[in-house]
């Protein structure tokens, strides 16, 4: 223990101290004795400091679990603002008059986040209005003008959360704009390229944590990966295993007897499975039924010939968790060495692909 204490005598204070924080506050306008506080954006009920106006002055200390996104609260004028706050001694300026001008000055980490609002708020106001413009025009056809400027868009935000992530990469705001732009990558590969280029800390901290829960259930069922393997019971109560249909082309096909869009869907899939039976092709259905005897009506109603298995769990499946099945109708192609390689083929697509890999002659 006295070897321990003459360690830490030796550690600069600077370091021990690393996980405070300093908020200096000189605001106009600010209510005499009003209540200035800071809370976690993430946990909206955490008070982690809490401070009076005096002559428009106010000072926050505390401590933080880690960088992360605040909200600083001026209580008295009713007003908020947002702090990526990090382990800083922050000095805030301004005029409750002009709020949205106040200065924070003294954090690097906030100055990353604004280096984030700037670069990214003209971006995704502008895919705001596309988007707009494209659900009024629910008929637009990928080679319309629109379709190809709103393409091009989504490409070059892509190119700038790369660059951010490649620039500001030991920064704490690098995890979480990859977080909030991640819904424009659809490639999980890219995103955890990205996620790859972020420091350890980074990548540990709150927002680094969701981001990789997101990457790994992207890559569950993702084309170019392994499929999942998994047995379940045929209608007969027979086990039937996914690796039994090793060395064909076979569609793992998610429905439910009670699922409209999937009914409209299956003349599609029968067609599919009566032209390309032949060719190596086979269809495995997944019940997402919770009674036996409606699941035994449809497939025969639908003339579904081909093996169909259910644990009659409804969305409780285990097949459809394992899979991160949350919509239906949903299919995955796999190969004949299981790999996945193509999902959610419907209509005149999944022929489409089968003629590509299997030839329509």
Same mark, same amino acid.
Request: aromatic share 8%; charged share 20%.
């Given at each position: 223990?006295?070897?321990?204490?003459?360690?830490?005598?030796?550690?600069?204070?600077?370091?021990?101290?690393?996980?405070?924080?300093?908020?200096?506050?000189?605001?106009?306008?600010?209510?005499?004795?009003?209540?200035?506080?800071?809370?976690?954006?993430?946990?909206?009920?955490?008070?982690?400091?809490?401070?009076?106006?005096?002559?428009?002055?106010?000072?926050?200390?505390?401590?933080?679990?880690?960088?992360?996104?605040?909200?600083?609260?001026?209580?008295?004028?009713?007003?908020?603002?947002?702090?990526?706050?990090?382990?800083?001694?922050?000095?805030?300026?301004?005029?409750?008059?002009?709020?949205?001008?106040?200065?924070?000055?003294?954090?690097?980490?906030?100055?990353?986040?604004?280096?984030?609002?700037?670069?990214?708020?003209?971006?995704?106001?502008?895919?705001?209005?596309?988007?707009?413009?494209?659900?009024?025009?629910?008929?637009?056809?990928?080679?319309?003008?629109?379709?190809?400027?709103?393409?091009?868009?989504?490409?070059?935000?892509?190119?700038?959360?790369?660059?951010?992530?490649?620039?500001?990469?030991?920064?704490?705001?690098?995890?979480?704009?990859?977080?909030?732009?991640?819904?424009?990558?659809?490639?999980?590969?890219?995103?955890? @390229? /990205? !996620?790859?280029?972020?420091?350890? +800390?980074?990548?540990?901290?709150?927002?680094?944590? &969701?981001?990789?829960? $997101?990457? #790994?259930?992207?890559?569950?069922?993702?084309?170019?990966?392994?499929?999942?393997?998994?047995?379940?019971?045929?209608?007969?109560?027979?086990?039937?295993?996914?690796?039994?249909?090793?060395?064909?082309?076979?569609?793992?096909?998610?429905?439910?007897?009670?699922?409209?869009?999937?009914?409209?869907?299956?003349?599609?899939?029968?067609?599919?499975?009566?032209?390309?039976?032949? @060719? /190596? !092709?086979?269809?495995?259905?997944? +019940?997402?039924?919770?009674?036996?005897?409606?699941? &035994?009506?449809?497939? $025969?109603? #639908?003339?579904?010939?081909?093996?169909?298995?259910?644990?009659?769990?409804?969305?409780?499946?285990?097949?459809?968790?394992?899979?991160?099945?949350?919509?239906?109708?949903?299919?995955?192609?796999?190969?004949?060495?299981?790999?996945?390689?193509?999902?959610?083929?419907?209509?005149?697509?999944?022929?489409?692909?089968?003629?590509?890999?299997?030839?329509?002659?």
């Amino acid at each position: 223990m006295k070897q321990l204490l003459t360690c830490l005598l030796l550690v600069p204070m600077s370091l021990l101290a690393q996980k405070e924080f300093v908020i200096k506050g000189k605001v106009a306008g600010l209510p005499e004795a009003s209540v200035v506080s800071l809370t976690d954006v993430n946990i909206p009920t955490d008070t982690i400091s809490r401070a009076k106006v005096v002559k428009g002055s106010f000072e926050l200390k505390g401590s933080l679990r880690e960088p992360n996104l605040h909200q600083l609260n001026f209580e008295g004028a009713q007003k908020k603002t947002v702090l990526f706050l990090g382990y800083d001694n922050v000095i805030v300026e301004g005029n409750m008059e002009a709020f949205s001008e106040l200065a924070v000055k003294g954090s690097p980490t906030h100055a990353d986040f604004l280096a984030f609002q700037d670069t990214f708020t003209p971006y995704f106001r502008k895919l705001t209005e596309m988007n707009q413009q494209l659900s009024a025009r629910p008929n637009v056809q990928p080679g319309d003008s629109i379709m190809v400027a709103y393409m091009n868009l989504v490409e070059q935000t892509k190119a700038a959360v790369t660059k951010f992530a490649t620039e500001k990469s030991a920064s704490p705001v690098a995890p979480f704009m990859l977080l909030v732009t991640a819904e424009l990558e659809q490639d999980v590969t890219v995103l955890e @390229k /990205n !996620f790859n280029l972020v420091a350890a +800390s980074g990548q540990q901290n709150f927002y680094g944590k &969701l981001l990789k829960q $997101k990457i #790994d259930d992207a890559k569950v069922g993702a084309i170019g990966t392994q499929a999942l393997e998994f047995t379940q019971n045929d209608t007969t109560g027979t086990p039937v295993t996914l690796a039994s249909f090793r060395g064909k082309y076979v569609l793992v096909d998610f429905w439910a007897s009670w699922c409209r869009p999937c009914r409209m869907e299956n003349p599609n899939v029968v067609a599919a499975f009566q032209k390309f039976k032949d @060719k /190596n !092709f086979t269809v495995l259905g997944v +019940s997402l039924d919770r009674e036996k005897q409606p699941w &035994l009506q449809a497939i $025969k109603d #639908d003339n579904l010939v081909w093996t169909q298995v259910s644990d009659l769990k409804f969305w409780s499946n285990e097949v459809a968790r394992l899979y991160r099945v949350e919509g239906i109708p949903q299919n995955f192609l796999i190969d004949p060495s299981g790999k996945i390689i193509g999902k959610n083929l419907r209509g005149e697509g999944l022929q489409s692909k089968l003629c590509e890999l299997l030839g329509c002659n």
